[in-house]
């Protein structure tokens, strides 16, 4: 009989495990919703971008959603200045990506929600995440989520989440590589880093959602980059929402993370909307690229 995410929670912290459960919950109405919801916003985020009708809501659902758990603390978002105080006597903290890849709604392609959690205070460093999950909508909606237990997908059925592969780790070696920004824009050293594993054959895909190329790699094995670009030094992901979570899951999978200097996870954040350049994938890619760079 194949697990629900309910039963295979039962292995960890309660507390825990009901917010899991209840950000799954949160996740199935944003995914009803996302028909519906379109369009711009007239509003931009803190980091000056348009937001878009469902940006604005989900984000606003899970604040609210969350609040009425009582399990939250304080929760950073990508869509919100400064952060926002849940429950004085919650028990976690929380970093959400409502929508990443939002821009990918119009053209029907994939999103998803990114959630890191901590029980310190925010900001403080990815190394300090007691868990992290993100929930893919795509041709099926899938939830990953790892409790520094393995890295677990859960399948959005009829009968809620079931279990769909337990313990994932990266396929060695990898096959594709998924790399953002302008070719133009890359570091030399970077280039000549993708134009190698070109010639060793790796194969290109890239949607323009993290979550959704992110979670080709998880399941393929390579590496995922949106680099520190001539233009943008820090790249374009942001640390807290998006970058610490993935690494997080990335390394349960038996991969690695860096900035080019070092693991995601230990990058000390200065304020809540830090970029920080990404490289995520299989350990001796990213052993080679922090060589490389
Ligand atoms: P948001 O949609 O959450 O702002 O995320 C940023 C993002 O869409 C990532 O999901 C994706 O990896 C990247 O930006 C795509 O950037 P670009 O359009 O430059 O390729």
């Known amino acids: ?74 929760l950073a978002s990508e869509e919100q200045p ?15 990506d409502p929508l990443d890849g939002s821009s990918n709604i119009e053209s029907n392609n994939l999103v998803g929600t990114i959630i890191g959690i901590y029980k310190k205070d925010l900001p403080t460093q990815g190394k300090n995440q007691i ?48 790399v953002g920004g302008l070719r133009k824009d890359w570091l030399p050293s970077f280039n000549k880093y993708v134009e190698e594993l070109e010639m060793e054959g790796f194969k290109l895909r890239y949607g323009g959602s993290f979550v959704g190329d992110f979670n080709q790699i998880l399941h393929y094995g390579g590496i995922f980059a949106y680099p520190a670009l001539n233009t943008k030094p820090n790249g374009k992901l942001r640390l807290l929402f998006e970058s610490n979570p993935m690494s997080f899951i990335i390394e349960q999978a038996g991969g ?21 350049p990404t490289y995520v994938g299989n350990k001796n890619l990213i052993e080679k690229l922090e060589k490389m760079l």
């Open 82 to 96: 400064d952060l926002v105080k849940l429950n004085d006597d919650g028990i976690f903290n929380v970093t959400v």
């Open 131 to 178: 868990a992290a999950m993100y929930i893919l909508f795509g041709p099926v909606t899938t939830l990953i989520y790892t409790a520094q237990n393995g890295v677990h997908e859960f399948l959005q059925t009829k009968k809620g989440f079931v279990l769909r592969e337990e313990n994932i780790k990266l396929p060695e070696p990898g096959k594709l590589y998924s």
């Open 256 to 276: 690695a993370s860096t900035n080019g200097n070092g693991s995601i996870l230990e990058v000390e954040p200065e304020n809540i909307d830090q970029r920080v």
């Open 1 to 74: 009989m194949t697990k629900n995410i309910k039963e295979h929670l039962e292995g960890i912290d309660k507390e825990l495990a009901s917010l899991i459960l209840k950000i799954g919950d949160i996740s199935n109405t944003i995914s009803n919703e996302l028909p519906y919801r379109r369009g711009k916003a007239d509003t931009k985020n803190v980091f000056g971008e348009l937001q878009l009708v469902i940006d604005k809501w989900a984000d606003q659902f899970l604040i609210d959603e969350l609040k009425k758990s009582n399990l939250v603390k304080t």
